[in-house]
């Protein structure tokens, strides 16, 4: 497959030139590639936006006065996309990933296979190392007070060659249907930092979506790079704060008698076995804790 895509390519950042760049080259090379690219600029002070009118004039910016969190400069995006003229669907992508050239045509394909497919993501490593995974597909277990990446840390050869239904799709680099988008909603807002995605994925399952994760490509992302890497205290204080929003927005009464207990004695070990060994457990499965 090759040529232009139906598909726009929406990048949030915040900072960041250098990795905003290599997104945009490795965008650049794409083939088939997207037929427009926004980049959402979130109150940048490194000259992002300075950088971008002179070095990509075909790039549309939107330029945002202050770092409104990362929903709401999507869902900034998302609104200019869905406008008259509308893409049939939208490559959201950190401003810190960098895409194999064929990615976007096999998403595209996995997509269209079918309509009830509302979003598709790739498999998501490391940039360094580039043979460990970061996102192998999403698994929520809210009785049990887990929310994470399958395989995580685990070898590429780990992840099964099929596509297959997920859990969770990550906004590091999905794309999405716009129809679903339309009929699901938007990002919620009330989430600035993490769990938007796992939010926004629940409600599109609830309304009889399905969600796919596609291993057949590869996206490589450096992690967290504009809130200090992945294991920086901001990180963590934030990820708890989406995680507690999430439980009190989808868990049922009956697993709020396992959510807490299952937290403290499963899951909050694992974050801090993870954080004092700087890399964390390797992820068995798909829906490994």
């Known amino acids: 497959m090759s040529g232009v895509l139906p598909i726009a390519a929406l990048i949030p950042t915040w900072n960041g030139w250098d990795d905003t760049r290599l997104c945009l080259e490795s965008l650049a090379a794409a083939d088939p590639s997207p037929s427009r690219i926004v980049v959402v600029d979130n109150g940048s002070t490194d000259g992002t936006p300075e950088h971008l ?39 959201l992508l950190n401003n810190d990933v960098v895409l194999t050239p064929g990615v976007m045509g096999r998403l595209w394909e996995t997509l269209e296979a079918d309509v009830n497919i509302a979003g598709v993501c790739p498999l998501i490593t490391y940039f ?21 990446h399958s395989y995580i840390r685990a070898g590429v050869e780990k992840v099964p060659g099929q ?48 969600l796919c994760f596609d291993p057949k490509e590869l996206v490589a992302h450096k992690v967290s790079a504009s809130v200090g890497g992945q294991f920086s205290r901001r990180k963590m204080v934030a990820k708890v704060r ?32 993870g954080l004092l060994r700087r890399g964390g457990r390797t992820a068995k499965g798909p829906c490994a804790q």
């Not at 970061?134 to 809210?142: M, R, S």
Request: aromatic share 12%; with cysteine.
């Open 53 to 91: 009118r002179s070095q990509w004039p075909e790039v549309e910016l939107l330029t945002l006065e202050s770092n409104e969190g990362f929903s709401r400069a999507v869902n900034r995006g998302l609104r200019l996309l869905l406008g008259s003229g509308a893409p049939k669907a939208i490559f």
């Open 128 to 148: 360094n190392p580039p043979e460990r995974i970061w996102y192998g597909g999403g698994c929520v277990a809210l009785w049990r007070g887990y929310v994470g």
């Open 163 to 210: 596509v297959v239904d997920t859990d969770y799709l990550t906004g590091a680099a999905v794309l999405l249907r716009s129809e679903a988008l339309r009929a699901v909603g938007l990002l919620d807002e009330d989430f600035p930092f993490y769990a938007e995605d796992a939010d926004w994925s629940m409600r599109a399952r609830r309304n009889g979506w399905r």
């Open 242 to 273: 989406a995680l507690a929003l999430l439980f009190r927005r989808h868990a049922r009464p009956w697993e709020w008698v396992t959510v807490l207990p299952s937290f403290i004695l499963i899951t909050a070990p694992q974050i801090a076995a």
